[in-house]
């Protein structure tokens, strides 16, 4: 195998796969990136059994063949040049990143042979949801999808005893996206209407792993844009277009697969409450900094703030028997009912607030051992965007 | 530098028989012990004085102690031990609140405030307790808690007398060092019978031993516990009585049976009963616990501990339960005999329990809870009884009997 690569083009390849590469794994080559160079063009591709991305390089192939490479030390190399063209040659156990086609420098690097490293998906049978246009035809936009899940994937629980709340579930219905996560203290719910054309919805569902979820999210963050997810039974493919690349005649793809967790769901719809009647309206960039400011005193194993309820009025309050030492604030808010106290994990409390968007938040409380329901008081068109939230139990 | 503190020991004679001898004044200055009978594989759970004399000692079958001292009577445990030990502490709360019960007969209690010399003030609590209780203690004195508990114990070996000790052995400060000397190894707190063996092994058998191998000789030999084993040998015990004991830590309630249990029924049933009392102890106090774990001795002395973390805090007797009888079923092999139960509290929170969205909405738990509670307060564990419980009837001690579940004396 030989190919010619610019060094910037190579970095951007190696960033995209080098995150789902294993730091530990029982199978060695798992740490290793594959390399496969053909007429068709240049792919990296890395796995950890649970997810696998493959990533599309432009560059010249002189010589067609696969081989892998230690990816990290493949990577520090790479990272380490000026950009230059490079070029990657292997031959039977060694790979050899040539600088200015080997005129400046050689870095050699054990290879496993390419036949080592396990059969990776390609194709996945199923419904599929096109993500071109985004939000002027009414569809769902890349951007948005990742809104969609930095709302809801830090609810996932990571208690590996209920398996199926260690991912996101995502439902696509007529009309309308949902995601949910809970781990049991707390649940989010984020959807959006579609308006996508006539015929071209797909109505599925799948419990999404959180790590797959978040690296979507690095790649759409870093300018990849989302093309395409197709639901199988088993496994969900994410199509991306790097768009930094794009000039129109289609830049290089990256399609991550990720195994999915398998169903049912817990029924989430049971445990939103509906009878919430108080509602406790507040202003977000006052209350978030004042419970972190507060929680600073909270005991460090419940991190329980006090949160109580008066006429137009909350008082913040946590108290540490450990550090011997308490906080207390009020603030202003809008609530008219009977005056309550509730207590609430300010980390969890935090995880929520930080994510509302909207600077007026509103509580929908019912009692002080019941779930509340925080919501944003403005959300866009067709969002919906709900925070479910369990109490503790404050000490008498 | 802190001035130095003046801490008594106080045990209370062999308390079990101490308890029966009130109930029967009879068996005052006769051997006897208290205990299982001999068919059904009893041991001595606590034996008198007199008894002592013939080499019988606790945790004896009671078979090899009725060969020891043919004429030994045996009494069967009557219970309610509890209440008197109770007793003790509230007469003691009168002299000083810094009391720190360690076990049903034994506690700490600071003194450095009592303006006269320890010796008097040990006198006087030992002639009140006699008294007003007619138990017999016995209370070392010195600086630290080491060195007061192992001046109650020689007091009580060097008293010259047939019946009850009722030491009381002062050791002055500056002295501790030279007190300490003579006394073999095993007379350490800390050092069992395993450890006496490996010290003795590499030649060191007293405590003056130890004073002179040094720090760094121990740690080489030892690690960190040759470090304390230095200090301690010297009487230096940083250790302040605590008032309330460990309750900060973890709570725990154990039992050893006069005679080992081999059925899951019966042993579940005191599982369920020692979950219940640690769970009401963890109500009373306001606290939750995130670690259950549970003690078992089998028929051969060997000890195992087992224990579950739970992701969030409970107080609730079921949830204790259910884990404790978890990790009972795990280690538990049908029919192996079981010597000794304990079910134990850890990573303990006062308060802020996370609540879960799978639980019942309307907190139906704790209101059960606490409506179980109230009906014990008011009519005595006997009349409320879960199920499982009362399947067992015949074995599970009424309320005001409480003692089966505690320690020996």
């Known amino acids: ?396 | 530098m802190t001035e130095s503190r003046t801490i008594l020991h106080l045990d209370l004679d062999a308390f079990f028989c101490a308890v029966e001898v009130i109930r029967d004044p009879s068996l005052e200055g006769q051997p006897f012990a208290v205990g299982g009978t001999p068919e059904d594989r009893g041991v001595v759970a606590s034996c008198s004085y007199a008894a002592r004399k013939f080499g019988v000692r606790s945790a004896m079958p009671m078979g090899q102690a009725l060969r020891l001292c043919p004429g030994l009577k045996v009494v069967s445990h009557h219970g309610g031990y509890g209440s008197y030990s109770k007793k003790v502490m509230v007469l003691l709360d009168a002299v000083t609140p810094y009391v720190e019960q360690i076990s049903i007969d034994e506690c700490f209690i600071d003194v450095t405030d009592i303006d006269a010399p320890a010796n008097t003030v040990a006198r006087r609590i030992q002639r009140r307790i006699q008294d007003e209780l007619r138990l017999p203690s016995s209370l070392g004195g010195a600086t630290s808690k080491l060195v007061a508990k192992i001046a109650t114990n020689v007091g009580k070996d060097r008293a010259q007398t047939d019946g009850w000790p009722n030491a009381v052995l002062i050791v002055p400060p500056g002295e501790e060092r030279a007190f300490l000397a003579p006394l073999p190894v095993r007379a350490m707190w800390g050092v069992g019978p395993k450890m006496a063996e490996r010290l003795e092994a590499q030649g060191i058998r007293t405590l003056a031993d130890l004073q002179c191998l040094g720090d760094d000789a121990l740690v080489a030999r030892f690690g960190s516990t040759g470090r304390k084993f230095h200090a301690h040998a010297c009487g230096i015990d940083e250790r302040g009585v605590e008032p309330g004991g460990e309750a900060a830590k973890s709570i725990s309630h154990e039992t050893t049976f006069a005679e080992d249990l081999h059925e899951a029924g019966r042993l579940h049933a005191v599982l369920l009963r020692l979950s219940q009392l640690v769970g009401r102890s963890l109500r009373d106090g306001g606290l939750t616990c995130r670690t259950v774990t549970i003690k078992l001795r089998w028929s051969d002395f060997k000890t195992i501990t087992r224990r579950v973390t739970f992701r969030d805090g409970t107080d609730l007797d079921h949830d204790l339960y259910r884990a404790a009888k978890r990790l009972f079923d795990n280690a538990w092999q049908p029919g192996q005999r079981v010597r000794l139960l304990g079910v134990g509290a850890s990573q303990l929170s006062d308060g802020g329990q996370q609540l879960s969205l799978w639980q019942s909405g309307d907190d139906r738990d704790h209101r059960i809870q606490a409506a179980l509670d109230t009906l014990r307060d008011r009519f005595g564990g006997g009349k409320t009884r879960w199920g499982q419980e009362l399947n067992q009837r015949g074995f599970v001690a009424e309320e005001d009997d409480d003692a089966w579940w505690e320690a020996d004396a």
């Open chain 1, 1 to 396: 195998m030989k190919a010619v690569i610019e060094r910037e083009e190579l970095v951007r390849g190696i960033q995209a796969v080098l995150d789902i590469v294993p730091s530990k794994s029982t199978l060695p080559v798992l740490s290793n990136i594959l390399v496969h160079a053909s007429p068709d063009g240049i792919e990296l591709s890395a796995t950890d059994l649970d997810i696998s991305i493959v990533c599309g390089v432009s560059g010249k192939v002189e010589e067609p063949g696969s081989t892998t490479v230690p990816a990290r030390k493949f990577s520090e190399i790479v990272r380490e040049l000026p950009d230059e063209t490079i070029t990657v040659v292997a031959e039977e156990n060694k790979v050899t990143i040539e600088r200015q086609a080997g005129l400046e420098g050689t870095y050699v690097l054990m290879s496993v042979p390419a036949e080592d490293f396990p059969e990776l998906p390609v194709e996945i049978d199923g419904p599929e949801m096109n993500f071109g246009g985004g939000d002027e035809d009414g569809g769902l936009s890349g951007d948005l999808l990742g809104d969609m899940i930095s709302k809801t994937v830090f609810a996932v629980s990571r208690d590996e005893t209920r398996p199926v709340l260690n991912g996101v579930l995502w439902q696509v219905r007529e009309g309308r996206t949902t995601m949910v996560a809970t781990d049991g203290h707390r649940l989010v719910k984020f959807s959006k209407t579609l308006q996508g054309p006539e015929g071209k919805q797909v109505v599925t569902e799948a419990i999404v792993p959180p790590r797959a979820l978040n690296h979507v999210l690095k790649l759409v963050s870093g300018g990849s844009r989302l093309q395409k997810v197709a639901f199988g039974q088993n496994h969900l493919m994410f199509e991306l277009i790097d768009s930094e690349d794009f000039d129109g005649d289609g830049g290089e793809d990256i399609r991550l697969f990720t195994r999915l967790i398998e169903g049912p769901y817990v029924d989430y719809e049971q445990v939103i409450p509906t009878g919430n009647s108080k509602r406790m309206y507040i202003t977000n960039s006052a209350l978030a900094p004042a419970v972190r400011r507060v929680s600073i005193l909270a005991s460090s194993q419940t991190h329980q703030v006090r949160i109580e309820l008066g006429q137009n009025q909350v008082e913040l309050s946590a108290n540490s028997q450990e550090i011997g030492g308490e906080a207390k604030e009020s603030l202003d808010a809008r609530y008219e009912e009977d005056a309550m106290a509730i207590g609430y994990n300010a980390g969890y409390l935090l995880d929520i607030l930080r994510r509302i968007e909207s600077d007026e938040v509103v509580f929908e409380l019912d009692c002080a051992v019941t779930a509340g329901i925080i919501r944003p008081v403005d959300q866009a068109e067709g969002e919906d965007y709900l925070c479910l939230l369990m109490p503790l139990r404050l000490s008498e």
